[in-house]
């Protein structure tokens, strides 16, 4: 049995779909988290649940509702399971007057209830049943609580709609589906019915739809001479419009029964709002909420934390290793492989796992408490006055963790020119990837500022994307509409269970990509290191991957870091922008305890350390960032220009820091 | 006008037909059209988007756009 997910954005759908399937899926409390199917099994095994984009009409405006219209009209499911946001009732009963229309046997799931009740808002569950005339069962997605009844009554119960056609369009509509339906008839599987009022409503997917099926003509006289019939009769403004005002007729009528809304409380979210929304304080609140997090990462907690980590890898980890080696009789090749190249590479990379535990524990801490869609409200008109809107920075926010969850977040921007351009602009924020590049560096050079200096790194990131967004929505990408409204979701208490739980889906990429990816690439480099033209165990200098390094270097001096170990490390950054330390630590691998950080001394200089970080930064998307533009964007040209760009803003930029460093007389 | 509106002030929509045509699909996604009920919650300085509220929901848009929304007061 399959079953589909549907209902309004931010009701609780993938909570549900997690509960229910017990996977973990991405969960936020803004609107537009999930972007794209997602398939999951029952944990009782009675079938597939299926999560889809949140959306308000099944008349799609952005690419995440298009994914969910296409799903409608091309893949069949044998039930659907409407999610309804229980303190909204009349703007989500919309969807669900459209999705009984679709004639297939739904249920649905009234969730919220807590939230509902806390407002004052109680709803008489089984009257709301036999008025819409399917199945309702109230549900806690978060708490689980109500999921056993849902579960229960998805496998037994019978959910063919009681009730045909809950809305009478009027006599006028009514005649002209009829005879629409006449044109299409035998002609597709869908519901007629279902079809012609999307097509009434200007539903551009089944407009695409009908026109493969039947001839256009016919079909466009049809809506355009009950168009001019209401018009006439009504003085209707437009048709859309006409169907959405019976609709609502229905829908008042249903809430006036089942529902009732006792005394108003001001929540508490309106008094936040107060504060983080306020004219003033907006920005300066958000700044100082970075600040935090990067002097918690990087000072407070997460740099001890890595040191103590690092102690504990390069003394007693591998001093086990070098004994289980001697013991085994290991031979001299083995044993470098192991401890120069795996201990070193791998758990070089390992080390900075704290840190990126606590980035990331930020980054849910905002994506769960309902300040995410503040933040783009406060942001929006920075962005407007370079051509994105204030949605495009939820993309940007999210692409701190990783850039390829945030490209599709994108997909959530309503104009394509807006949206082209947010994923071309957000691997310029600073992934989690990056981040050791910088705890490194900045330990070794910059000790006493280290929170400063990061936040000066992701502050350019985004700069430099509002420069260049600028720049590019004013020549090659010029737009002429822009669309913002935004809705703000009520804040919720993060709870720490599900705060530790996306902290820790998210952490454990890292780890995992730390133990296969790197672990290969460590192989792979240090192999590279050992051999040489001249045999194996040669001088790393005159190794191959010196010699591969050494074709770059002479570009890089004059940016400051022209040796072959930087070149080396950059190429392998392509690949994951983790193998760049992990390169770094089999490169200048060290016997003795004198760690990574003091021997760096002797390579770069405090500003060419900068230069390395501001190019580290900005420098080119990695290999996953690149497949995930090229899948977005469906152009190889734009992939390319996305690579090619960030090589030359980087280039141009650290050249600019160094040599007007030097010219100051900054060493 | 909206743009007249303080924070707290209550309006009622009565036009949206000056206002951009997917601006105004949008709203009725959210369920605001002609006849609802709003109440000015904040105004972004600097020209920036002001936060709405109607039905418990609130709802950020652009100066502009508001700018070109019939509302009187109630
Ligand atoms: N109080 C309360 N909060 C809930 C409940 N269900 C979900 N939430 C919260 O609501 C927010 C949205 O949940 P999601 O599951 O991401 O919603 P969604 O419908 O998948 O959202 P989109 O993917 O954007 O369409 C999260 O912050 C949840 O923790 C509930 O029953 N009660
Ligand atoms: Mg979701």
């Known amino acids: ?667 | 006008m909206f743009t007249s509106f303080k924070a707290g002030e209550k309006g009622k929509i009565v036009d949206l037909s000056h206002v951009n045509h997917l601006v105004q699909r949008r709203l009725l996604d959210l369920g605001i059209t002609e006849g609802t009920e709003v109440c000015v919650k904040c105004v972004m300085p600097f020209g920036g988007p002001i936060m709405i509220e109607s039905c418990g929901q609130c709802i950020g848009i652009r100066r502009k756009e508001a700018v070109q929304m019939e509302v009187v007061k109630v």
């Not at chain 1, 997602?38 to 009409?57: A, E, M, R, S």
């Not at chain 1, 504990?312 to 080696?325: D, H, K, M």
């Not at chain 1, 050992?530 to 991957?545: K, T």
């Open chain 1, 1 to 667: 049995m399959e079953i589909a997910l549907i209902g309004n954005p931010n009701t609780g759908k993938t909570s549900l779909f997690n509960n229910l399937t017990g996977s973990y899926e991405y969960v936020g409390n803004w609107s537009g988290v999930t972007v794209e199917k997602k398939v999951g099994v029952f944990k009782n095994n009675i079938g597939h649940l299926i999560d889809l984009p949140g959306v308000y009409t099944l008349n799609p405006l952005s690419r995440d509702e298009g994914v969910v219209t296409s799903f409608f009209l091309n893949e069949s499911v044998d039930r659907l399971l409407n999610i309804l946001d229980a303190s909204q009732l009349e703007r989500n009963l919309n969807l669900t007057l459209q999705l009984l229309e679709y004639e297939r046997p739904v249920l649905i799931g009234l969730n919220m209830i807590d939230v509902a009740n806390k407002r004052g808002i109680q709803i008489d569950v089984s009257k709301f049943s036999s008025l819409l005339g399917v199945p309702v069962v109230p549900v806690v997605a978060r708490s689980g609580k109500g999921c056993d009844k849902l579960v229960d009554v998805i496998s037994t119960k019978s959910v063919e709609p009681a009730k045909k056609n809950l809305v009478y369009y009027g006599k006028e509509v009514e005649a002209a589906i009829i005879s629409l339906s006449k044109e299409i008839e035998g002609k597709t599987e869908q519901s007629l019915r279902f079809l012609a009022i999307q097509y009434f409503e200007g539903n551009e997917q089944v407009k695409n739809y009908l026109h493969t099926i039947t001839d256009s003509v016919t079909l466009s006289k049809i809506h355009s001479a009950l168009e001019a019939e209401l018009q006439n009769r009504y003085n209707s403004k437009s048709l859309s419009n006409f169907i959405y005002l019976k609709r609502k007729e229905t829908i008042d009528k249903i809430v006036a029964e089942a529902a009732v809304k006792k005394s108003t409380v001001v929540p508490l979210s309106e008094k936040i709002d107060m504060i983080v929304t306020n004219k003033f304080l907006g920005i300066p609140i958000f700044l100082m909420f970075m600040y935090l997090l990067f002097m918690l990462t990087f000072d407070w907690v997460g740099t001890p934390l890595s040191d103590a980590l690092d102690a504990l890898l390069t003394g007693p980890v591998t001093g086990f290793f070098e004994s289980a080696l001697t013991t085994i009789h290991a031979s001299a090749f083995i044993h470098a492989l192991i401890i120069e190249g795996l201990v070193a590479g791998v758990g070089g990379v390992l080390v900075f796992v704290p840190q990126i535990f606590i980035l990331f524990f930020f980054i849910s801490l905002l994506e769960d408490s309902g300040y995410m869609a503040r933040v783009a409200l406060v942001m929006d008109r920075i962005m407007e006055s370079v051509g994105l809107n204030g949605k495009a920075f939820i993309p940007m926010i999210i692409g701190f963790g990783c850039n390829v969850p945030g490209i599709m977040a994108a997909r959530t921007i309503e104009t394509p020119k807006e949206r082209l351009l947010t994923i071309l602009l957000t691997p310029l924020m600073s992934c989690s990837a990056r981040l050791p590049v910088y705890a490194l560096f900045v330990g070794a050079f910059f000790a006493g500022h280290r929170a400063l200096i990061v936040l000066s790194l992701y502050v350019l990131g985004i700069v430099v994307a509002l420069i260049l967004a600028k720049i590019f929505s004013s020549t090659i990408l010029k737009s002429e509409t822009s669309l913002f409204v935004i809705e703000l979701p009520p804040y919720r208490m993060p709870q720490f269970q599900s705060l530790w739980r996306s902290t820790w889906d998210k952490a454990k990429g890292f780890i995992r990509k730390a133990g296969t990816f790197i672990f290969a690439g460590s192989v792979f480099i240090w192999l590279l290191s050992y051999a040489g033209p001249g045999g194996l165990d040669v001088d790393m200098d005159h190794s191959f991957l010196a010699m591969i390094g050494g074709v770059i270097a002479p570009l890089l001096a004059p940016i400051g870091f022209g040796t072959w170990q930087a070149a080396a490390s950059l190429i392998t950054g392509f690949l994951a922008k983790e193998s760049i330390i992990a390169t770094m630590n089999i490169i200048y691998f060290v016997p003795n305890d004198s760690s990574l950080q003091g021997l760096l001394a002797n390579y770069y200089t405090p500003l060419a350390a900068y230069s390395f970080m501001v190019f580290i930064l900005l420098y080119i998307p990695c290999l996953a960032t690149t497949a995930t533009i090229y899948k977005e964007t469906g152009s190889k040209k734009w992939t390319v220009f996305s690579v090619v760009y960030a090589l030359f803003i980087a280039y141009v930029l650290s050249l600019i820091i160094y040599q007007g460093g030097k010219l100051f007389g900054l060493v």
